[in-house]
Every structure is written in structure tokens, then in C-alpha cells.
């Protein structure tokens, strides 16, 4: 395993302008997220939280300083070599599963691999295996209207997970799900760890935050505290 | 992304709005059919204008004698024309290097008899070559040979019909026939020769209806003639030898016009200076239709791309690159198009059969209007495809995800 972290922001800034008026999302924060921790960020709604985690998976960039993913320098690449990055790199969880309602659950699983490199001969055993291991097989033909809340973000973690990436993301993912299978989809996130997966997860929940390796909390911005469990 | 993913996004793409992407392709169908549609009616006209060029021959150029009108008549009078006679034809051989062969031509309507049989024909009097420049056929026996003029013979071939009238059972060659007291011995017979399907000018007499006889056998003063075929060996070389054998004529005729010069390959040239315009006509029509339906393509994508915007975001949360999102979204309104328009080529090629049994207008579809339907439809595709494309892939994936 590379000793460089998997995430370094130094000085990043991200500011955005609504109605002639510059609103500071994120600003100066420098942290590293090593390979295979588990990191909670906190903070209230507005604090940062889904500014910094869409910073880490280069699905935006700082207005100012930089974001290294896995070495690179995230802002220096063009649009193609972000992209691929992005797909190789990162997998994102949210908290409304964002499953393209029209297709099945193998079809959702399958577009993260429409844009990568796995020969298209690979992509059903690979996804079957997944969804297989996440419980969610047999709903593989579903559309997403028809799966519990549970089953969704199964199979949204299963298109997280299906380019093997290094670094999941997931922002809130069990808040739109009841405590029980709330749960169900933590144990899942929280093993990835142990297979050397990093995982960022954003969370109100103080329960879930102190499962984590580390503690981030964010406010107005800024990072406010960074602790470190374990 | 690999070309298959891409046809098949495209066509998941199109199939989430199916009533809304057949009607956008409509305006597609329609304009490509009507191109096609177009096409085919001028091909066909043009491909029987060629084949009436054909039959006259695209190498020929006649010489026919005959004031246009009153003043042109009155004024060969005072300046003493000599009129179309063997000296003019002596002439054209003599001046004009590309004349092949030349037929001098003599003709009357006369009723040819045999015993009881009769028929109404047109009597060409003419020389051997005649044989040639028309490019005649025989189906038994020979021509007019050079020793029946020299001699005056009474010998006559008979075109086809004026055989089958008055020798429905026998062979006729060898056979004797009567024009008023003359008797002349039938020496030859013609195949039969397609005809004209129009009428009007360029129409060639109808051989079928014709008995050739010796040029001497019907005398006129001063050599006159009615006509001289002359057949140019060069079909580049027609016009200007056209132009060569009217000044030669003119200067003869001491600068009368009782004549007039028939040259299939100018009549040619003027349906092709029609054609020309007739394509422009097609092709504004074409470029409109097209421009509209390429608007209805533009109008739906905007709506598909506003309506996906999620969508998009989700794809490029998956590592979709923003030409990812165009080709996608290129790839839709191409899809619009091309199916459009092959749907339409089928109803263009259903129309202009419609055309061509309901006007009776002969109708061709080439393969060259069918590429250029699916090329036009294919590029009002992408020339209208591409804004919507382009505002899909500019949008902020991080806005697109916000939305609900």
C-alpha cells in the first residue's frame, strides 16, 4: 500500500456565488485522511460537510488551495482524467440513494462500469457477486420504486462498490432509512475498512461518528475539531 | 465508454418518452420522405428524358426544311433562298470534319397496297447511310443498297406495323406492293422499333409506320430535300457541329432561316438547366422541412436534458466525463434522426410508388437521394443535438444532485 494518504487538502477553499454574493462553503482547510480509516465528519446542515466530501471525490473543485486524491492534484486534471478518477478512485453514497428510477437494479449497478475499463464480458459476475454479497440479489431485476429503503441503498452501495474503489463516500447515508436497517447498511459501510477501503461518512449521529477511527467537525466552514478515536 | 453502451443509452434514453421521441421523429420522417419523394419524381423524368435522348440519338443533329413562320417564309423569298437541297448535304460533308454519316431525306404520305390490303405510311426516300445514322434493324432482307438510288430502282423496306398490315401471313420480302400505279418489290423488312412515349418535338417519327425507298425514286427540282440526318461521330462534338452545319446552311440560304436545326443533345441541355432548377426548388424545400424538424429535435432534447438533470449528475458522480454526457445525449438525437430518417426514405419510397401509379408520372428513387436523405437527417441530428448535448454536460453535477 502507497504511503501517501489517500486525501490531502491543503489551505482548500470553495466559495460560491449566489445573487452577487460570495458564500464561503469551505474555508482553509487542511487535513489528511490516511489508506483505510474510517472518518466521520460532522457539523450542522451548511457547515461544510457535503462541499468538502464532493471536494474529496473531485465532483468539485476549491476555489482556492488543493485537493490531492491518491497523489493527484485534482485541480490540475482536465475533465476526462477527473472523470476517470472519479470512477476508478471513488464510490458516493447519499442520503436519497440517487438510483436512476427507470432502470433495474443491475442496470444502476452496471452504469458505473459503462464508464470504466472492465471488459463489458465482466460486468454482470461482477455485479451479480456483489449484490449477491449485499443481500440484494434477488431484486436485481427491480426498478428502484420497488425496494425498500434498505434494499436501495444496498444496491447504491453495490454501484459504489463495483469499480473497487479506494475511497467510499458517504454523506448521511442512513438518514432517509429506520434504525434497523439503518444499521444493517452501517455494518456493511463499516467493514470496508478492513479490506483497506477508506471510508469518509458524514453524519449528524453522534452513536455512528464514534464508531469511527477519527472525528471530524466542521462549522461555518471551518474545521472546528479533528479528533482522533482509535 | 464503448460504442454498444453508447446505442444502448441512447435508445434507453429515447424509450423513457416513447410517444414524445416518435413524435419528434415525425418531422424527421416527414421531411426526409418528401425528399426522397421529390427526388424519385425528378429521377424518373430524368431517366426518360435520357432514354427519349437515347432513342432519337444523343449523336444526331437534323436538318429540317421549313420556314418557322410567314415572315421568316416571305423574307427566304426575297432574299432568294435556294431552299434544302443535295447541295446543302455535299456541303455539310465537305465543311464539317465530325460528321459520321448523313442521310439526305425525302418525304410524302402515301397509301401502299397490296392486292386488297392497305395502309397509310409515311414514304422516306432516302440513301443507304439513312441505315446508319438512325441505327436501323433489319429483320429480313436488306436495305436500300447505293445501286437502287443510282439506278432508280423501285425497291422499298417496310417498317414493322406497315409489314404486319399488308403481309399479316407471308414473309414479304420478294413480295410486290403498289403506291397508286407504281409497283415497287419489297426488299427488306425492320424490327420492330420502341417509340416515343411523349409527343411534341422531340418525338422521332414512327418507324414502325415508314417504307423506305430509293432517294431517286421520288424526284423533287433542284435536288430539294425535306431533311438531312446527319449523325456526328462525337457526342462531345455535337454542338458545336450543330452550330458548324447552321452557319454552312444559312450562308447557302443567303442568310434565310427556312430551316431549323433539331439537336436532341441541346434539348438535353435545356431539361438539365430545368433539372437544376427543380433541385433547388427540392432542396429549399428539403432544407426547411429539415430545419423544422430539427427544431423539434432541439425543443425535445432541451426538454429531456432539463428533465434528467439528476440523471446526469448521478452519471457523472459515477465517473461520466462531460463528453460522456454529450456523446449520450448527441447519441439520442442521432438516434432520433437516423431512425426517423430510414422511416421516412420508406414512406418517401412508398409515395413516390403512389405518385407513379395515381399521376402516371414515371418516379426513380436513386440510391444517391436515399444517402443523401440519411445524411441530411443524420446531420440535423447532430447540428440540432449538439446545444442540448452541450447544456447537459455543462451543468454542475454537484446542482444536479442538490435537486429532488
Given amino acids: 500500500m502507497s504511503l501517501t494518504p489517500i486525501v490531502e487538502t491543503i489551505e482548500a477553499r470553495r466559495v460560491h456565488l449566489r445573487a452577487g454574493k460570495e458564500i464561503v462553503a469551505l474555508d482553509s482547510v487542511s487535513l489528511r485522511i490516511e489508506r483505510g480509516s474510517f472518518v466521520a465528519v460532522m457539523g450542522r446542515s451548511g457547515s461544510g460537510k457535503s462541499t468538502l466530501m464532493n471536494l474529496i471525490g473531485c465532483l468539485d473543485f476549491p476555489t482556492s488551495g488543493r485537493i490531492l486524491l491518491d497523489g493527484s492534484d485534482t485541480s490540475a486534471l482536465d475533465d476526462r482524467a477527473q472523470s476517470r478518477l472519479r470512477n476508478r478512485m471513488v464510490g458516493f453514497l447519499f442520503q436519497s440513494f440517487n438510483l436512476i428510477p427507470q432502470m433495474t437494479v443491475r442496470e444502476n449497478v452496471e452504469t458505473a462500469l459503462v464508464y470504466g475499463d472492465r471488459p463489458q464480458t465482466d460486468w454482470s459476475e461482477r455485479s451479480e457477486a456483489l449484490l449477491a454479497r449485499l443481500g440484494i440479489l434477488e431484486r436485481a431485476s427491480h426498478k428502484p420504486g420497488e425496494l425498500s429503503g434498505g434494499e436501495a441503498q444496498r444496491a447504491a452501495l453495490a454501484r459504489a462498490l463495483v469499480n473497487g474503489p479506494e475511497l467510499l463516500l458517504a454523506d448521511e447515508p442512513t438518514g432517509n432509512l429506520d434504525s434497523r436497517t439503518g444499521e444493517e447498511v452501517l455494518e456493511l459501510l463499516t467493514e470496508l475498512p478492513a479490506e483497506g477501503r477508506t471510508l469518509v461518512l458524514v453524519t449528524h449521529d453522534l452513536a455512528i461518528a464514534e464508531r469511527a477511527d477519527r472525528v471530524l467537525s466542521l462549522s461555518d466552514g471551518r474545521l472546528e475539531s479533528d479528533r482522533r478515536l482509535r | ?404
Fill in chain 2, 1 to 404: 465508454m464503448t460504442t454498444k453502451s453508447l446505442i444502448h443509452l441512447a435508445v434507453r434514453g429515447l424509450a423513457l418518452h416513447k410517444l414524445r421521441s416518435t413524435l419528434s421523429a415525425l418531422g424527421i420522417v416527414f421531411g426526409v420522405a418528401a425528399v426522397v419523394a421529390m427526388l424519385s419524381v425528378g429521377e424518373g423524368a430524368r431517366r426518360e428524358i435520357l432514354a427519349e435522348v437515347g432513342r432519337l440519338g444523343i449523336n444526331r443533329v437534323t436538318v429540317r426544311a421549313g420556314s418557322v413562320s410567314r415572315t421568316t417564309e416571305v423574307e427566304a423569298g426575297r432574299l432568294q433562298s435556294p431552299g434544302l437541297s443535295l447541295a446543302d448535304a455535299e456541303a455539310i460533308t465537305e465543311v464539317c470534319r465530325n460528321v459520321e454519316s448523313l442521310a439526305p431525306i425525302r418525304m410524302a404520305s402515301e397509301q401502299i397496297a397490296n392486292g386488297e390490303r392497305r395502309a397509310e405510311a409515311t414514304i422516306v426516300a432516302t440513301t443507304p447511310s439513312f441505315a446508319r445514322t438512325e441505327e436501323l434493324a433489319l429483320a429480313s432482307g436488306r436495305f436500300v443498297a447505293d445501286a437502287d438510288v443510282s439506278d432508280a430502282k423501285r425497291v422499298m423496306v417496310l417498317g414493322h406495323e406497315l409489314s404486319a398490315l399488308l403481309f399479316p401471313y407471308d414473309e414479304p420480302v420478294g413480295e410486290g406492293v403498289r403506291i397508286g400505279e407504281e409497283r415497287y418489290t419489297v426488299v427488306g423488312a425492320l424490327e420492330p422499333r420502341e417509340l416515343s412515349r411523349q409527343g411534341g418535338r422531340m418525338t422521332g417519327r414512327n418507324l414502325n409506320r415508314v417504307a423506305f425507298v430509293p432517294l431517286s425514286s421520288m424526284p423533287r427540282e433542284r435536288g430539294l430535300l425535306d431533311e438531312i440526318a446527319v449523325r456526328i461521330d462525337d457526342a462531345g462534338a455535337v454542338r458545336d457541329s450543330a452550330r458548324l452545319i447552321e452557319s454552312v446552311v444559312r450562308r447557302r440560304h443567303r442568310g434565310a432561316v427556312d430551316f431549323e436545326l433539331v439537336v436532341p443533345q441541346e434539348l438535353l441541355a435545356g431539361y438539365e438547366r430545368a433539372r437544376f432548377q427543380f433541385n433547388v426548388v427540392v432542396g429549399a424545400v428539403a432544407a426547411l422541412s429539415l430545419l423544422v424538424g430539427g427544431i423539434g429535435i432541439m425543443n425535445i432534447m432541451l426538454a429531456n436534458v432539463t428533465e434528467r438533470v439528476r440523471e446526469i449528475g448521478i452519471r457523472r458522480s459515477l465517473g461520466a466525463s462531460r463528453d460522456d454526457i454529450t456523446r449520450q445525449f448527441l447519441a439520442e438525437a442521432l438516434m432520433l434522426t437516423t431512425v426517423g430518417g430510414v422511416a421516412g426514405v420508406a414512406l418517401g419510397f412508398g409515395l413516390a410508388l403512389g405518385i407513379s401509379s395515381y399521376a402516371g408520372w414515371p418516379t426513380a428513387v436513386s440510391l444517391r437521394a436515399i444517402a443523401a436523405a440519411l445524411a441530411l437527417a443524420a446531420a440535423t441530428g447532430i447540428g440540432f443535438g449538439l446545444y442540448p448535448a452541450m447544456q447537459a454536460a455543462r451543468s454542475s453535477p454537484v446542482e444536479a444532485l442538490r435537486r429532488e
